[in-house]
C-alpha cells in the first residue's frame, strides 16, 4: 500500500515524501517501516497518529488497514 | 437564542439525549459546596510557597537556603538539587508528548532560569506569613543574562540562546551552531509559484498575536502528603488526575503505583490544566517535613509561572481566480514556545488551511523558545492563531472580488471526499451545512448602522479519542451509578449520566455520575483535546450495553427461559417466550435480587477510542466602533457548528459561548505586556483584561448535527471549535467597521484610534 509520511519522518527516509510497504494493522505497518528504515517504526509507533481511510488512529496497533487503505502519517494531535 | 438543525441519523426516538436535564454539579455550584484545588485541608498541614526568579534569563550562580531552614516555623526548603535528574524523553502522559526532562526542568530550575517567573526553590512552614519571611531568606546569586522574548528576535541569528544543545530540527541541513529554532515542519501541494502566476487576484498579509493565558478563574492549587511508608497522596485541580500522577512519578523518580491523586472539582482549565507545576513541588516539600503540604497559586504567580499559549507571526498570501476558486497558498507561522520547546505550531500547520479545498500550497511553521512561560495547551492549541491570518485573508480576498465572505467560503470548502489539507481524505463533515447555517442566519442578512461592521470567520479541529475507563455499578434499589477517570470540566458527569440513562432505559434522575481517583478507576488520559464526550462517553455506552446483556441473562435465569427470549424495554426485561407471561421485571427488581442470580451488577470498560470526527465552525460577528475613542463594542455575535449530535445541548451551547467569550478577550483585549527587563507588567486581572459578561452580547448558537458514526449517538468534540473562529471574525468586522486592516492583536483602543488618525481622507 501507499503511505504518505508527515515532514517530521523524512530525516529517516533520506527526504522520501511517500512509501510502498505491506500491512494489514497499525502494527505491522510500524514494522514494516522500522524495517525499511530503521528508527522510523520507532518514531512513528511514540509520535506520529496514522490516518487510515480518512480516520485518525493514536496508539492503535490492532486498527486494521486493507489492501487499498489510504494511509496518511501526522504527527500525534493533542488539545486543550 | 439557539437552534438545532438535526440531520442526525442515530438511534431513535431518543428519550434522554438531546434533552436538558439539571445539570448535577450545578447545586453544588452555586452554593458553594463544591470542594476546588484550594478547599481541602489536612491536619498538620503546612503552606508551600515559591521563590521565583526576577530575571528573564539568568545562570543560577548559587543558592544559599541556610538562613531560611534556621527561621523557626520552616519544615522544609528545596531546590532543583533535591530533584533527580530526568533523562530527556518524550512522554505521552497527558494528551500530547511532553520531554520530561522540560517538564522537570520548568516545575523548578536547575543551571538556569529561563523567565520571570520560574521557581527556583519553595519552602513549606506552618503558616503563610512565616513561608513569606523565609522565601526572602533565601539567598539567590545569579549571572543576568540577555534575554529575548519577541519571536522573530529570537529567530535571529545573533539572539541570545536559551538551550546550548538546541539544534534545529525538520532543515535539509543539521545545523552546526545552536539556536531557539526548535524545529520546522512544512507541507504542501501541488506547485504554489505556478498557481499564484496564473491566479486572478492575490492577496497578502502579515500578521501578529501576543501570548495570552487560558485565563482560568481558580488558580493552581493543591494539597500533596509523602508517608513515611513512602505511600504518596496528591489532591489537586486538574484535567487529568492521572496525567497528575504520571508526571509527579516522573519528576520525583517515583512508581506510578505509589501516588494516589484525587481529582478536585475544577475551576475552569481549558487546556492549561494539562500538566503540573506545584504537585512535585509539595510533594517534595512532604516527604522533608513530614507533613502534608497545601500550596495555592496566586493570580501573579498563575500569569508568570503557567502556560500562556503563543504569540506568534503569521504571514498568508492566497491566489485566486476571478470566480472566486482559490488556487494556491502560503502560510508562513512563527510561534512562540516559551522556555522550553513545544509550541502548537505543528497544529496550527495542519488546521490553517484545513477549511479549504486549495489545490497548490505550502504551509511552514516555525518553533520557537524564548525568555517567556513554556506554553501550555489551549482550547485547540495553535488553530486559532493560524485561522486568524487565513481568515482575515480570506476576507480580504472576497473584499477584492467583490464576493459575499460566505460564498467566497462555500466555493471553497472541503466536504466528503475532499483530502484536508494535513493528508487524509475527509468522511462525514459538516462544513458545508455549518456555512449555510450562518448564511440562514438572521443575523446574516441584518442591517448595520455607521460605525458599524461584520465579520466572518470558519474554524477546524480535529477532536480526538483516545483511553478512556468507565465503570458502572446498579445498587440493590436499582439506581446507578457511572464512575469515570476525567475531571469534569464541560458538564460530562451530566452528558455521561444521560448516556447511560439513554442506554439502560431508566431515568436521569436514577443515575449518578462520579469522579475517582487514581486508585479506584483504571487509566483515563486527560479531558481535553474535546475527547470526553466522545472516547468517555462511547466507555459509558459500552458498560451500560454490558449491565443491560447482564440483566437480561439474570430475568432468563429467574423467569427460566432462554437468554435470547428476553428483551431489555425502557429499563425493564421483557419475557418474549409466549408459554409464559411474566410481569415485566425492572432494573430494580433485577437488582433487588442480583445476590441469587450472580452477584453484585456492574460492569467495566477500557477502552482506546478512534475515530473522532473534526468540527467546524462558522461565526458570524457585528462590532461597533466609537470613532472618538477606538472602543470596540461586539454587538452581536453567532456561532455555528457542526456538533455531530448534542447530546446536552444547554452545555453544547455554553462550550460554544465560552469558546466565542475567550476568543473575543484574545482579539480586543488579551496579552501579555513585558518591560524591557522581560518582567510580566500586566500579571492580574485588573490589567489583563478578560472580557466580563457586561461586554458580550448573548452569544447565538446554532448547533449543526451531522453525526458521527463512530459515536453510539453521533457526538463529536464541540469545546475548541468554538474558540478558532473569533479572533479572525471580530477582525473582520472592525475591518468593514473602519474600512482599514488591522493585523496586530489585541485590537485595543490605542491601536485603532492609530489606524483611524492614520487613514486617508
Not at chain 2, 497578502?204 to 505511600?231: F, K, L, M, N
Not at chain 2, 523518580?253 to 472539582?265: D, F, N, Q
Not at chain 2, 439506581?479 to 469534569?488: A, E, H, L, M
Not at chain 2, 445476590?595 to 467495566?604: D, E, K, R, V
Amino acid at each position: 500500500m501507499h503511505v504518505v509520511l508527515s515532514s517530521d519522518c523524512y530525516d529517516f527516509t533520506g527526504g522520501l515524501k511517500e512509501v510502498e510497504v505491506e500491512a494489514d494493522t497499525v502494527r505491522r505497518l510500524i514494522t514494516a517501516l522500522e524495517a525499511r528504515f530503521p528508527g522510523l517504526g520507532d518514531f512513528v509507533n511514540r509520535r506520529m497518529a496514522v490516518a487510515i481511510d480518512g480516520e485518525i488512529h493514536q496508539d492503535a496497533w490492532m486498527s486494521p488497514i486493507g489492501p487499498d487503505s489510504e494511509i496518511y502519517l501526522i504527527p500525534k494531535i493533542g488539545g486543550g | 437564542m439557539s437552534d438545532v438543525l438535526d440531520k442526525a441519523d442515530v438511534q431513535s426516538p431518543l428519550k434522554i439525549v438531546g434533552t436538558r436535564p439539571i445539570r448535577p454539579d450545578g447545586a453544588d455550584k452555586v452554593t458553594g459546596r463544591a470542594a476546588y484545588g484550594a478547599d481541602l485541608n489536612m491536619p498538620g498541614q503546612l503552606v508551600g510557597k515559591v521563590l521565583r526568579s526576577p530575571h528573564a534569563h539568568g545562570r543560577i550562580v548559587s543558592i544559599d537556603t541556610r538562613k531560611a531552614r534556621a527561621l523557626p516555623g520552616v519544615k522544609a526548603v528545596v531546590t532543583g538539587a533535591d530533584f533527580p535528574d530526568v533523562a530527556s524523553e518524550m512522554h505521552e502522559g497527558g494528551e500530547a508528548a511532553s520531554n520530561l526532562r522540560d517538564l522537570a526542568m520548568n516545575v523548578i530550575a536547575r543551571e538556569k532560569a529561563l523567565y520571570d517567573g520560574h521557581a527556583v526553590a519553595a519552602v513549606a512552614a506552618v503558616s503563610a506569613a512565616i513561608a513569606d519571611e523565609a522565601l526572602s531568606l533565601i539567598s539567590v546569586t545569579y549571572e543576568v543574562l540577555p534575554h529575548v522574548l519577541d519571536v522573530e528576535a529570537a529567530m535571529a541569528p545573533d539572539a541570545p540562546v536559551l538551550h546550548a544543545s538546541m539544534f534545529t530540527e525538520g532543515q535539509e541541513t543539521r545545523p552546526t551552531v545552536a539556536s531557539n529554532i526548535v524545529k520546522r515542519n512544512r507541507m504542501g501541494r501541488g506547485d504554489p509559484a505556478q498557481a499564484f502566476a496564473a491566479a486572478d487576484v492575490v492577496v497578502e498579509g502579515r500578521y501578529t498575536t501576543q501570548a495570552v493565558h487560558q485565563g482560568y478563574i481558580e488558580p493552581h492549587a493543591c494539597v500533596a502528603s509523602w508517608a513515611e511508608d513512602g505511600q504518596c497522596e496528591v489532591w489537586s485541580s486538574s484535567q487529568g488526575q492521572f496525567m497528575v500522577r504520571t508526571y509527579c512519578a516522573k519528576v520525583l523518580g517515583l512508581e506510578v503505583s505509589s501516588i494516589r491523586v484525587t481529582p478536585a472539582e475544577i475551576g475552569g482549565g481549558f487546556g492549561g490544566k494539562t500538566t503540573v507545576y506545584l504537585e512535585p513541588l509539595a510533594l517534595a516539600l512532604s516527604r522533608q517535613a513530614g507533613h502534608p503540604v497545601k500550596m495555592v497559586m496566586t493570580r501573579d504567580e498563575v500569569f508568570r509561572a503557567t502556560g500562556p499559549t503563543s504569540g506568534a507571526v503569521i504571514l498568508v498570501k492566497l491566489g485566486a481566480k476571478a470566480d472566486g476558486t482559490i488556487v494556491a497558498a502560503d502560510v508562513e507561522l512563527k510561534f512562540q514556545a516559551g522556555a522550553y520547546a513545544g509550541s502548537p505550531v505543528g497544529a496550527a500547520s495542519m488546521t490553517a488551511l484545513a477549511c479549504y479545498d486549495i489545490e497548490n500550497f505550502t504551509i511552514t511553521g516555525w518553533d520557537v523558545v524564548t525568555n517567556t512561560p513554556k506554553v501550555a495547551a489551549y482550547r485547540a492549541p495553535g488553530a486559532p492563531i493560524a485561522a486568524f491570518g487565513v481568515e482575515c485573508a480570506i476576507d480580504d480576498l472576497a473584499r477584492k472580488l467583490g464576493m459575499d465572505p460566505i460564498a467566497l467560503r462555500e466555493k471553497n470548502a472541503v466536504r466528503n471526499g475532499v483530502k484536508a489539507a494535513y493528508g487524509p481524505t475527509f468522511q462525514n463533515i459538516g462544513f458545508l451545512e455549518t456555512l449555510a447555517a450562518a448564511r440562514n442566519s438572521d443575523h446574516y442578512s441584518a442591517p448595520l448602522g455607521p460605525n458599524q461592521g461584520r465579520g466572518v470567520a470558519a474554524g477546524f479541529w480535529f477532536n480526538v479519542g483516545g483511553e478512556s475507563t468507565v465503570a458502572l455499578h446498579v445498587g440493590e434499589d436499582g439506581s446507578v451509578v457511572v464512575v469515570t477517570g476525567n475531571p469534569d470540566i464541560g458538564g460530562s458527569r451530566a452528558t455521561m449520566a444521560m448516556m447511560a440513562a439513554e442506554t439502560l432505559g431508566v431515568p436521569m434522575d436514577r443515575v449518578r455520575a462520579r469522579v475517582a481517583d487514581t486508585a479506584s478507576i483504571g487509566f483515563s488520559m486527560v479531558t481535553g483535546g474535546s475527547r470526553t464526550t466522545f472516547a468517555t462517553g462511547m466507555a459509558v455506552v459500552q458498560a451500560a450495553e454490558k449491565v443491560v446483556a447482564d440483566l437480561k441473562r439474570r430475568a432468563a435465569l429467574t423467569w427460566d427461559v432462554a437468554a435470547d427470549k428476553v428483551e431489555w424495554r425502557d429499563g425493564a426485561a421483557i419475557c418474549l417466550d409466549p408459554t409464559k407471561d411474566p410481569k415485566p421485571l425492572t432494573l430494580g427488581d433485577i437488582a433487588a435480587n442480583s445476590a441469587m442470580t450472580g452477584g453484585p451488577i456492574s460492569a467495566q470498560v477500557s477502552l482506546n477510542a478512534q475515530g473522532a470526527g473534526p468540527g467546524f465552525g462558522v461565526h458570524v460577528c457585528d462590532v461597533e466602533i466609537d470613532p472618538e475613542t477606538g472602543h470596540v463594542t461586539v454587538l452581536r455575535y453567532t456561532a455555528a457548528q457542526d456538533v455531530g449530535k448534542a447530546i446536552h445541548p444547554a452545555y453544547v451551547e455554553g462550550q460554544i459561548q465560552g469558546g466565542v467569550a475567550q476568543g473575543v478577550g484574545w482579539a480586543l483585549n488579551e496579552e501579555y505586556i513585558f518591560d524591557r527587563a522581560g518582567k510580566m507588567e500586566n500579571a492580574g486581572f485588573l490589567d489583563y483584561r478578560v472580557p466580563v459578561a457586561s461586554d458580550l452580547p448573548m452569544i447565538d448558537a446554532i448547533m449543526v448535527e451531522v453525526a458521527n458514526p463512530r459515536h453510539p449517538f453521533g457526538a463529536k468534540g464541540v469545546g475548541e471549535v468554538p474558540i478558532v473562529p473569533p479572533l479572525a471574525a471580530v477582525a473582520n468586522a472592525v475591518r468593514g467597521a473602519i474600512g482599514v486592516r488591522m493585523t496586530d492583536l489585541p485590537l485595543s483602543p490605542p491601536k485603532i484610534r492609530a489606524a483611524l488618525d492614520a487613514k486617508p481622507g
